[in-house]
């Protein structure tokens, strides 16, 4: 059965992103881009909220047609384009690029999805995220844990008071500074 990993990047203090929303203090060097496209590449496809999903969704279909793209995001580029998705939203109209809309969290339709052939799914998205946390639906998670404190901004996971133990999976340390924690769902 295939596995749900959540690919989160937060900061120091826990954060996902800033104040105002923003991920300028990500540390995305070409290190770490190759090996976020080495990971995603053997995955079999994205779930991702509407937010996650435009905001990749703004940037990555034409981003290898820019100039100024490093290798690794014009290949990024490539796998993010052909990646089958899954975009949770109650709202969005039209997903483009291999890209189907669902409209809410049915744990049995995701474990079904769980149970198709193909490589493990890459979570995405925070609201995203917690609501597959509340159907006990992750297996995974891959947090990149940024050097950066940011003092504010939003929560990488909700105090919803809910005890989830975690098996500590692998580490990896980036030249850049950025540190892998990979812990996967205790299961009784």
């Known amino acids: 059965m295939r596995k749900i990993v ?3 990047n937060v900061s120091v203090d826990g954060y996902f ?5 923003g991920l300028d203090w990500h540390q995305v060097d070409e290190e770490l881009h190759r090996h ?3 990971e995603i590449r053997e995955m079999g496809g994205f779930l991702n909220g509407r937010r996650s999903y435009e905001l990749m969704a703004e940037f990555w279909p034409t981003a290898d047609e820019d100039p100024a793209s490093s290798p690794a995001m014009v290949e990024y580029a490539g796998i993010w384009r052909d990646m089958p998705k899954v975009v949770y939203s109650r709202t ?3 997903a483009d690029w291999n ?5 809410e969290v049915d744990p049995d339709e995701v474990r079904r999805l769980q149970a198709q052939p193909g490589g493990d799914l890459a979570l995405g998205g925070a609201d995203l995220m917690a609501e597959f946390a509340r159907h006990d639906l992750i297996d995974e998670y891959r947090i990149y844990v940024h050097p950066v404190l940011l003092g504010a901004g939003r929560p990488l996971f909700p105090a919803d008071g809910d005890r989830r133990p975690l098996r500590l999976a692998g580490t990896r340390t980036f030249g850049n500074g950025v ?4 812990h996967e769902r205790v299961r009784s």
């Open 6 to 8: 959540v690919h989160m």
């Open 36 to 38: 976020f496209n080495a």
């Open 17 to 21: 992103e800033g104040p105002d929303g």
């Open 99 to 103: 890209a189907t809309i669902v409209r």
């Open 92 to 94: 969005l109209e039209r």
């Open 179 to 182: 540190v892998l924690l990979r």
